[in-house]
């Protein structure tokens, strides 16, 4: 079913053609880019307009580096500006290029606030082809389900690191426990949330469970567990080495592998976290909001907000 939906996507997407976005993929944290170019497709979708990405600027390395592809590549020689929020000189001169000179009539400029409004994320959307039928939740989970395809790389990699703890993880309560600048930079975009508090969420939900999954970006968080816990079992596939993740300092690596090790080590977090037998983590964490989405919400408990902000 999945497979036909994505050959439907690719259709229906291409059969737009009076509009044509080209959404590019920045410098933001993974999941906060996977998240805001779901919310991009959906509202192409509603719009009638023709959805291509361009990666090749993208901190990550490029689309298919981790998935198959479903949408066309911007490969033209001229950048797409790719920051919403602060218009260098040179983004106004690509502006101008793109928008006065090749007469593109839809950049990422033009849509975020749209899609982001709640006049949009209140809707109710209906694409049957695409097994879209719902809030924008729901719709939400359908167009992951569509993107998120591995390519062969990454499921071999995926598969390798998970597949001999399968039975644990699913017994298991998975908690995703972010540190790193999303809770220590100036902006502070979340609170500090205390182990012990994640740990008594999980006993209220189940006081008979004794095994957790962690996934972190701090292996301090699961030294910290098991010596607090020393009578359960924690199991991460966490780097030792790891001491919270920092965006700026991930954009600044220089090796490809480094980079590409990241996002693969937070992809086989997000499906251990999919298949752990219920899951406690914070909505503020793109991750989790991920994580919760696909899991329909089922059994999953969050820390600090409501999953259905956007």
């Known amino acids: 079913m999945i497979k036909t939906e994505r050959i439907n996507y690719t259709l229906l997407n291409n059969s737009f053609k009076e509009k044509e976005l080209i959404y590019p993929l920045t410098k933001r944290g993974f999941f906060s880019e996977i998240n805001n170019l779901t919310q991009a497709i959906l509202y192409c979708l509603e719009e009638k307009i023709n959805l291509k990405i361009c990666s090749k600027n993208w901190v990550s390395g490029n689309w298919s580096d981790y998935f198959k592809p479903v949408f066309n590549e911007y490969t033209g020689v001229i950048p797409v500006p790719n920051d919403v929020f602060i218009i260098s000189r040179l983004d106004k001169i690509w502006l101008y290029y793109h928008k006065r000179i090749i007469?593109?009539?839809?950049?990422?400029?033009?849509?975020?606030?749209?899609?982001?409004?709640?006049?949009?994320?209140?809707?109710?959307?209906?694409?049957?082809?695409?097994?879209?039928?719902?809030?924008?939740?729901?719709?939400?989970?359908?167009?992951?389900?569509?993107?998120?395809?591995?390519?062969?790389?990454?499921?071999?990699?995926?598969?390798?690191?998970?597949?001999?703890?399968?039975?644990f993880?699913?017994?298991?309560?998975?908690?995703?426990?972010?540190?790193?600048?999303?809770?220590?930079?100036?902006?502070?975009?979340?609170?500090?949330?205390?182990?012990?508090?994640?740990?008594?969420?999980?006993?209220?939900?189940?006081?008979?469970n004794t095994k957790f999954t962690i996934c972190t970006d701090d292996y301090t968080v699961v030294d910290e567990l098991r010596l607090e816990y020393p009578n359960f079992i924690f199991l991460t596939f966490c780097d030792k080495e790891k001491k919270g993740y920092d965006q700026k300092n991930y954009n600044n690596l220089q090796s490809?592998?480094?980079?590409?090790?990241?996002?693969?080590?937070?992809?086989?977090?997000?499906?251990?976290?999919?298949?752990?037998?219920?899951?406690?983590?914070?909505?503020?964490?793109?991750?989790s909001r991920y994580v919760a989405i696909v899991r329909n919400n089922i059994d999953c408990y969050s820390m600090d907000d409501n999953l259905n902000s956007h």
């Open 103 to 167: 007469k593109r009539n839809v950049l990422q400029n033009d849509v975020w606030n749209k899609m982001h409004h709640e006049n949009f994320t209140n809707k109710t959307f209906h694409f049957p082809e695409l097994g879209i039928e719902g809030n924008i939740l729901q719709a939400k989970k359908k167009i992951y389900e569509i993107i998120i395809n591995y390519n062969d790389i990454t499921i071999k990699t995926i598969k390798d690191n998970y597949e001999t703890h399968k039975e």
């Open 169 to 208: 993880v699913s017994k298991s309560c998975g908690i995703h426990i972010r540190r790193g600048d999303k809770v220590f930079n100036k902006r502070k975009e979340a609170e500090f949330i205390g182990i012990n508090h994640y740990i008594h969420k999980a006993l209220n939900i189940d006081p008979n």
């Open 256 to 287: 490809k592998k480094k980079k590409s090790d990241e996002v693969i080590s937070i992809l086989l977090d997000s499906q251990i976290l999919i298949n752990s037998r219920y899951f406690i983590g914070t909505y503020t964490s793109n991750v």
